[in-house]
T-cell receptor, first 116, second 113 residues
Framework: AQSVTQLDSHVSVSEGTPVLLRCNYSSSYSPSLFWYVQHPNKGLQLLLKYTSAATLVKGINGFEAEFKKSETSFHLTKPSAHMSDAAEYFCVVSEGGSSNTGKLIFGQGTTLQVKP | DAGVIQSPRHEVTEMGQEVTLRCKPISGHDYLFWYRQTMMRGLELLIYFNNNVPIDDSGMPEDRFSAKMPNASFSTLKIQPSEPRDSAVYFC???????????FGSGTRLTVV
């Protein structure tokens, strides 16, 4: 069965410093992986997705993630944090694998705090 | 495209009342999902449809919950009777067949008092 583990429930960074949000996944086959962001009292927005193409995936707002099969990881990074990045971030795996639609399995989320 | 549209945005109701949440998916999308989000349990998948047909309702908590999709552009999630523990944010999402990820609506915040 597919699952995701977000290794940090809360990450705090200073504005202008790098962001690293960690995610490990478990999948029976080639996975589809996603990162979603949820700002306070808002819906979930897709940041980026990996579907077995390039292992380094670029998303919106300067975020990117690297798929590392050997480490079963899909960590989210950004070179320089902005105050507007403060939000909840979810790592997600699809049960459908890399070529099919399937149920999305959400991690528990990581709260990113950005200090001025 | 207006995205996935949910209504109402907020609902406050008394215990025992019937509650109906509505969702309009993105035109052309053939999958629709209903999720519930709470602080304690995070995001839970309740039910999903493919081409208006319910595929998996194993996440529906109990018989008080029901969902329908009478056509490709509309779905409802009904709770009858509602209970305080149903208080949560309910999200609807839609997608196309394939590994595209979902587009979520803005959610309905339900409070049952």
């Amino acid at each position: 069965a597919q699952s995701v583990t977000q290794l940090d429930s809360h990450v705090s960074v200073s504005e202008g410093t790098p962001v690293l949000l960690r995610c490990n996944y478990s999948s029976s086959y080639s996975p589809s992986l996603f990162w979603y962001v949820q700002h306070p009292n808002k819906g979930l927005q897709l940041l980026l997705k990996y579907t077995s193409a390039a292992t380094l995936v670029k998303g919106i707002n300067g975020f990117e993630a690297e798929f590392k099969k050997s480490e079963t990881s899909f960590h989210l990074t950004k070179p320089s944090a902005h105050m507007s990045d403060a939000a909840e971030y979810f790592c997600v795996v699809s049960e459908g694998g890399s070529s099919n639609t399937g149920k999305l399995i959400f991690g528990q989320g990581t709260t990113l705090q950005v200090k001025p | 495209d207006a995205g996935v549209i949910q209504s109402p945005r907020h609902e406050v109701t008394e215990m025992g009342q019937e509650v109906t949440l509505r969702c309009k998916p993105i035109s052309g999308h053939d999958y629709l999902f209903w999720y519930r989000q709470t602080m304690m349990r995070g995001l839970e998948l309740l039910i999903y449809f493919n081409n208006n047909v319910p595929i998996d309702d194993s996440g529906m908590p109990e018989d008080r919950f029901s969902a329908k999709m009478p056509n490709a552009s509309f779905s409802t999630l009904k709770i009858q009777p509602s209970e305080p523990r149903d208080s949560a944010v309910y999200f609807c999402a839609s997608t196309l067949t394939g590994p595209y990820g979902y587009t979520f609506g803005s959610g309905t915040r339900l409070t049952v008092v």
